[in-house]
């Protein structure tokens, strides 16, 4: 099983960016697709993003074109630069890994069996 520790949340103003990390503890990282969630108060999780562990990405309707989804297998971390960010992005955000899925990722997570425990994004309109 991948331990995961996300960090880099914040506030900041729409328009504005930030870069999310995640890092991952465990031996299957450089071998496995891994995503990112969110979930807003009220609201169900949501996919934002995944890459696969040769570099293919998937995006979400709503970030594709802002939010870029990167790995460095070398350190075992995998990124999310938020670009162009909007009050609606505000949520906590998660890292996903522990695929047992093939191919594209299914939307709910089912797929993924570890997860982070989180980090804030806050964006002010």
């Known amino acids: 099983q991948v331990q995961l520790v996300e960090s880099g949340g914040g506030l900041v103003q729409a328009g504005g960016s930030l870069r999310l990390s995640c890092a991952a503890f465990g031996r299957t990282f450089s071998s496995s697709t891994m995503g990112w969630f969110r979930q807003a108060p009220g609201k169900e999780r949501e996919f934002v993003a995944a890459i696969s562990w040769s570099g293919g990405t998937y995006y979400s309707d709503s970030v594709k074109g802002r939010f870029t989804i990167s790995r460095d297998n070398a350190k075992n971390t995998m990124y999310l630069q938020m670009n162009s960010l909007k009050p609606e992005d505000t949520a906590v955000y998660y890292c996903?890994?522990?695929?047992?899925?093939?191919?594209?990722?299914?939307?709910?997570?089912?797929?993924?069996?570890?997860w982070g425990q989180g980090t804030q994004v806050t964006v002010s309109s």
């Open positions: 996903a890994g522990g695929f047992t899925g093939w191919g594209t990722p299914r939307p709910d997570g089912a797929d993924f069996g570890s």
